[in-house]
């Protein structure tokens, strides 16, 4: 069945570096991927998506692309903040929305 | 324009009893999904509704039920509570039947079962 793997956290990095959270996944067919985030006491909130092969999502300085050929579909900020401290998950929308299991980010000034 | 609200926000019970969580949807959205969020597990899809018709379900047992009234309103309810029922109950609305998976979120309904 389907399914997404995202790199396990907590990712910690201090403010201004570069992020990148690994996603690969398993599916028939074409499924549209996305990226969620949770800030704390919060629900999920809808970061980005891409709905084909080759396309990238991009929202609030983040960036992911649909990579076929390696299944993935990796997160990366150029600049993170301490405001960016949240949990990561992956998901991809085949039949029904199906979610990592996500990545904690904790970004230190 | 208001997202989605669910109640109660916090919840304690005991072993064997039962509970209903409810979700309002974003106003003019008629699709609406529960997940189950625990730190083990993470997010599981629990069941998706729309127009009050049970669309798809996830891999949990009978106790776990739902339903969708005619104002897109949704209640999920958990019978004979077990202790690994502990979580956190999130609600999802989305425009209409085609679902892409752009999903709203609620805050969602913490569960304690003691």
């Known amino acids: 069945g389907d399914s997404v793997t995202q790199m396990e956290g907590p990712v910690t990095l201090s403010e201004e570096a570069f992020l990148t959270i690994n996603c690969t996944y398993t599916?028939?067919?074409?499924?549209?991927l996305f990226w969620y985030v949770q800030y704390p006491g919060e629900g999920l909130q809808l970061l980005l998506k891409?709905?084909?092969?080759?396309d990238k999502g991009s929202n609030k300085g983040f960036e992911a692309t649909y990579r076929k050929e390696t299944t993935s579909f990796h997160l990366e900020k150029g600049s993170v903040q301490v405001s960016d401290s949240a949990v990561y998950f992956c998901?991809?929308?085949?039949?029904?929305?199906?979610f990592g299991t996500g990545t904690r980010l904790q970004v230190f000034p | 324009k208001a997202g989605v609200t669910q109640t109660p926000r916090y919840l304690i019970k005991t072993r064997g009893q039962q509970v209903t969580l409810s979700c309002s949807p974003i106003?003019?959205?008629?699709?609406v999904s529960w997940y189950q969020q625990t730190p083990g597990q993470g997010l599981q899809f629990l069941f998706e509704?729309?127009?009050?018709?049970?669309?798809n379900k996830g891999n949990f047992p009978g106790r776990f039920s739902g339903r969708q009234f005619s104002n897109s309103r949704s209640e999920m309810n958990v019978s004979t509570l077990e202790l690994g029922d502990s979580a956190l109950y999130l609600c999802?609305?989305?425009?209409?039947?085609?679902?892409?998976?752009?999903?709203?979120f609620g805050e969602g309904s913490r569960l304690t079962v003691l």
């Open positions: 999802a609305s989305s425009l209409d039947q085609t679902n892409t998976g752009e999903l709203f």
């Open positions: 599916a028939t067919g074409y499924p549209s």
């Open positions: 891409a709905t084909k092969a080759d």
């Open positions: 998901a991809l929308k085949g039949v029904k929305l199906i």
């Open positions: 106003s003019g959205h008629r699709s």
């Open positions: 509704y729309f127009s009050e018709t049970q669309r």
